[in-house]
């Protein structure tokens, strides 16, 4: 199957504010940014490396112990963005741009963001139960904190993969190289790179079968990014004045304008004995009933409806 035999999704340009791929990159280059210029700062300031991770690194990476990790839970989700090393981040963010920009392709603007927090998630778990059954044995480098984006990218990997197996790269090249090879390739990689981080295996493994059960419940009608989109669009609107001014611009209109489909107002002249009596002077002297405004009719009308 050719990569044109997938239905695409909405298509989104590269720069536009509604890209969650460029927001995931973007999240990434920028925490790597700001990471690196404290490093510099503390540099500078004659303070030690060591300094900087016990005081600055360590409230973004996510710590093996369960009781630190209890101090610090939002590390499950700032692990994932968190890089320092220039390299290992260029390699993370082509790889994510390359599976990323097909899954996004195929499925919108709406589920990249979700699979990738839940790879994030799944490894984050998966290293603290890692870090609990290993504890006191060799565990390589980087036993005692957990970072990077490689967790996720292995979910948006696995994912793209599953969703479409015969994808095709560079179709005008030989009909191109199914996206399959690629994940091999990609797997190969990152287990050579994981042989010096033996604990960093679980979570990566973790965010593998995420991928693959987060495209197997899409396929069969189940999102599980929905709440998380709802969510997002709620917090943003929360804060947008011109949203919040939309929702009163609206109340207003449904209190004072909505009519539920009622008629406009309209004024009655007071039904009496005596007006209905001068009205049937009126016909009796003008010579018939046509010669009667429209309100003095309506006026006999309801004096037959009412009985006086």
Known sequence: MGYRDYPAGKKVSIWSEHNALMMLIILNVFTFITLRFIMAVYGLSHLSEEKFYSNIFQWFAQPGDPTTFMTRPWTMISAAFTHLDFFLLLSNMLWLWTYG???????????????????????????????????????????????????????????????????????????????????????????????ARPLWLLPHLAAGLMGLAYVLALRSGRDWGTWMNQSYEWLVHLFDPKTQERKRKRARQEVFYHTGGKLPYRKQTNLTQQRVDELLDKINQKGGYENLTEEEKEV????????L
Do not use: C, H
Not at 136 to 141: D, P, R
């Open 300 to 307: 006999l009308k309801r004096a037959s409806r009412e009985d």
């Open 101 to 195: 920009y097909i899954f996004q392709d195929l499925t919108g603007n709406r589920s990249i963001i979700p699979l990738y927090l839940y790879g994030a998630i799944a490894g984050s778990l998966f290293f603290l139960a890692g870090y609990v059954l290993f504890q006191g044995k060799t565990m390589g480098v980087g036993a005692s904190f957990y970072f990077g984006a490689s967790a996720s990218i292995m979910s948006v990997a696995i994912g793209t993969t599953v969703l479409a197996p015969g994808y095709r790269l560079f179709p005008m090249i030989s009909g191109g190289l199914p996206i399959w090879v690629l994940t091999v390739v990609f797997l190969v990689i990152d287990v050579f790179y994981l042989a």
